[in-house]
């Protein structure tokens, strides 16, 4: 089990990580600019995706039950 500031500094990349993926970085100069790999950013990328697809389904759940309720009243 990693440790909590082992867990902080991984959460803080990963943070760096998706703000630079989402401009439109390539791996290898996000790997650069974070003191990486690009194995690792291809690793953080992939739980980035998980997270963002269970979050994006959470969402479209929540909208869904909203809209029930409304066609139940």
Avoid: C
């Avoid at 791996?27 to 600019?33: E, F, L, S, W």
């Avoid at 697809?53 to 309720?69: G, N, P, T, V, Y």
Wanted: aromatic letters at 6%; zero cysteines.
């Amino acid at each position: 089990m990693p440790s909590t500031r082992n867990l902080t500094q991984v959460l803080a990349r990963r943070q760096e990580v998706a703000t630079r993926y989402l401009r439109g970085e390539q791996q290898y100069v996000i790997a650069r600019a974070v003191g990486v790999n690009q194995s690792q950013i291809s690793h953080d990328l992939k739980a980035l995706r998980d997270i963002w697809l269970a979050s994006a389904l959470r969402d479209f759940d929540a909208l869904k039950s909203e809209q029930l309720a409304k066609i139940d009243q």
